[in-house]
């Protein structure tokens, strides 16, 4: 299976702010990366594809970049909404796999 | 407005079945891939299962394999997840996701199922 490690479990950050999540894969999987986010009592939303690909409806403070094994998911400018939890998710192979988790919090 | 909404999640003892079920709308249901994808307490996400649009192909991951089983009916727009021979590792939120064949597009609220004695 393709593992998936995302190294920051939790990331602290001010409204405003810019952050970057990283998410690197145990084998190259191209660029068939996805992200989501998932706030407190809401579903899962799809946020990123392709690696970089905005979903419908994505904030464009939201930009995905990466290919191969190492991936990034960069918030400009925070808003209070962006706090909650993100997975990046690979589609290169079944099992489709996940990370564990990155929480944003605000600082 | 995509909505899926779960139900038959709840409390059963190991070894025995559980059925979910997943009520979809807001799109036709027919198109598309569907998956069930799970989260325990305290875990990251896993890939369940996923089913064609049509339901001729499904796919598991292999610790489920042979003992859930996943099925859908496109006249009622719902999608199924029967689960034989559970075991406490099962325990989990599962969620019913549209997509599965690459990416999960929408995801319903989740319904827990806890296996315990």
């Known amino acids: 299976d393709v593992q998936m490690t995302q190294s920051l479990s939790y990331l602290a950050a001010s409204p405003g702010e810019s952050v970057s999540i990283s998410c690197k894969a145990s084998?190259?999987?191209?660029?068939?990366l996805a992200w989501y986010q998932q706030k407190p009592g809401e579903a899962y939303k799809l946020l990123i594809y392709s690696g970089s690909t905005l979903q419908s409806g994505t904030p464009s403070r939201f930009s995905g970049s990466g290919s191969g094994t190492d991936f990034t998911l960069t918030i400009r400018s925070l808003e209070p909404e962006d706090f909650g939890l993100y997975y990046c998710?690979?589609?290169?192979?079944?099992?489709?796999?996940f990370g564990s988790g990155t929480k944003l919090e605000i600082k | 407005e995509v909505q899926l909404v779960e139900s038959g999640g709840g409390l059963v003892q190991p070894g025995r079945s559980l059925k979910l079920s997943c009520a979809a709308s807001g799109f036709t249901f027919s198109n598309y891939y569907m998956a069930w994808v799970r989260q325990a307490p305290t875990k990251g996400l896993e890939w369940v299962a996923s089913?064609?649009?049509?339901?001729?192909?499904?796919y598991y991951r292999d610790s489920v394999k042979g003992r859930f089983t996943i099925s859908r009916d496109n006249a009622k727009s719902t999608l199924y997840l029967q689960m034989d021979s559970l075991r406490s590792e099962d325990t989990a939120t599962y969620y019913c996701?549209?997509?599965?064949?690459?990416?999960?597009?929408?995801w319903g609220q989740g319904v827990m199922v806890t296996v315990s004695s």
């Open positions: 996701t549209r997509g599965g064949k690459l990416v999960f597009d929408y």
């Open positions: 089913i064609t649009n049509s339901g001729g192909s499904t």
């Open positions: 084998k190259s999987i191209s660029n068939y």
């Open positions: 998710q690979q589609y290169y192979e079944k099992p489709l796999t």
